[in-house]
T-cell receptor
C-alpha cells in the first residue's frame, strides 16, 4: 500500500492566492520530499525536509513536517499559472532500502 | 547535460508481444529505478538497482524484468505484454548520500491492445 496520501486530491485557486496541500504517511521516515509533475512530463524534485526539521523554505515554497502526526504540508505562496501541476509527496523508509514511496498527488490548477 | 533519457517515448503493443524500454543517465548515479504511473495514482516502483550488475524487486515487479549491465543504463523488459501493463513508465536515478533525491526521465507511454 502507498505510504503517503495527499489531500486534497484536486485544488483550484486564483492566480496570486496561496495554495496549501497536505501529505500524511504511515511509518517512520528519514526524510520527506515533494515533487512536481507537469502534464505529460516526469517528476521534478522541489524540496526535501529531514525528520529532525520542522519547517523549510525554498523561494515561494514552504514545507512543514510534523512527525508526531505523520504529516507534512506544502505551501505555495503568490501562485502563478506556471504552478499548475500535480504535486506528490514521497517518503523514504528508514529500514535502509533506498526506495521512495509516492502518494497519489494533488492536482493544482491556477486560474488566471 | 541530458540527465535521464528514456526511449521510446510512445509505444503500442499487441497482447503477447515483447519490448524493452531503455533508460540512460549521464550523472554517474549509482541507483536507478523503474516506476509505472496509472491514472489517478502515484508512482509505483517496479524494479530498482543499487549498482551495476544488481537489481531488486519493487512493489509491482510481476510481468517485468530488468538488467543493469552498464552503470549508466537500466533496461525494463516486458516478455509477454498484457493490457494491464498499459501505463506510463518512468525511469529515475539518484546518488547515495543525497537523501535519495531522484531525477526522472520524461516517461514512456505504453499501450497494450
Amino acid at each position: 500500500s502507498q505510504q503517503g496520501e495527499e489531500d486534497p486530491q484536486a485544488l483550484s485557486i486564483q492566480e496570486g492566492e496561496n495554495a496549501t496541500m497536505n501529505c500524511s504517511y504511515k511509518t517512520s521516515i528519514n526524510n520527506l520530499q515533494w515533487y512536481r509533475q507537469n502534464s505529460g512530463r516526469g517528476l521534478v524534485h522541489l524540496i526535501l525536509i529531514r525528520s529532525n526539521e520542522r519547517e523549510k523554505h525554498s523561494g515561494r515554497l514552504r514545507v512543514t513536517l510534523d512527525t508526531s502526526k505523520k504529516s507534512s504540508s506544502l505551501l505555495i505562496t503568490a501562485s502563478r499559472a506556471a504552478d499548475t501541476a500535480s504535486y506528490f509527496c514521497a517518503t523514504i523508509w528508514n529500514q535502509g532500502a533506498q526506495k521512495l514511496v509516492f502518494g497519489q498527488g494533488t492536482r493544482l490548477t491556477i486560474n488566471p | 547535460n541530458a540527465g535521464v533519457t528514456q526511449t521510446p517515448k510512445f509505444r503500442v503493443l499487441k497482447t503477447g508481444q515483447s519490448m524493452t524500454l531503455l533508460c540512460a543517465q549521464d550523472m554517474n548515479h549509482e541507483y536507478m529505478y523503474w516506476y509505472r504511473q496509472d491514472p489517478g495514482m502515484g508512482l509505483r516502483l517496479i524494479h530498482y538497482s543499487v549498482g551495476e550488475g544488481t537489481t531488486a524487486k519493487g512493489e509491482v515487479p510481476d510481468g517485468y524484468n530488468v538488467s543493469r549491465l552498464k552503470k549508466q543504463n537500466f533496461l525494463l523488459g516486458l516478455e509477454s505484454a498484457a493490457p494491464s501493463q498499459t501505463s506510463v513508465y518512468f525511469c529515475a536515478s539518484s546518488a547515495p548520500g543525497t537523501g535519495d533525491i531522484q531525477y526522472f526521465g520524461a516517461g514512456t507511454r505504453l499501450s497494450v491492445l
